[in-house]
Nanobody, 111 residues
Framework: QVQLVESGGGLVQAGGSLRLSCAAS????????MNWYRQGPGKQRELVAT???????NYADSVKGRFTISRDNAKNTVYLEMNSLKPEDTAVYYC?????WGQGTQVTVSS
């Protein structure tokens, strides 16, 4: 069964760092753009970062300079390195490719 599995969320103080991972089953994902979304409390789901099959990245303005998306095609995994975290980064973070979504991983940033 094709699936995406996120990990790496947790509780961190403001200014801290976390690294999220998204493991994809099947090597076909290496051909597609992969995305990280997030949904904060009472907010709509928003696109945080994308990485194309060729490694081109793009970020939401709110995370530029703090977050880094990367992928390891040999491991069928995409990462989201999050630095200088702020309380407003608190959300459930989701990995996405095409119509597939992971189950989400909670990130909570305390002030």
């Amino acid at each position: 069964q094709v699936q995406l599995v996120e990990s790496g969320g947790g509780l961190v103080q403001a200014g801290g760092s976390l690294r999220l991972s998204c493991a994809a089953s099947g090597s076909i994902f290496r051909f597609f753009t992969m995305n990280w979304y997030r949904q904060g409390p009472g907010k709509q789901r928003e696109l945080v970062a994308t990485v194309t099959a060729g490694g081109i990245t793009n970020y939401a303005d709110s995370v530029k300079g703090r977050f880094t998306i990367s992928r390891d095609n040999a491991k069928n995994t995409v990462y989201l390195e999050m630095n200088s975290l702020k309380p407003e980064d608190t959300a459930v973070y989701y990995c996405n490719v095409k119509v597939l979504w992971g189950q989400g991983t909670q990130v909570t940033v305390s002030s």
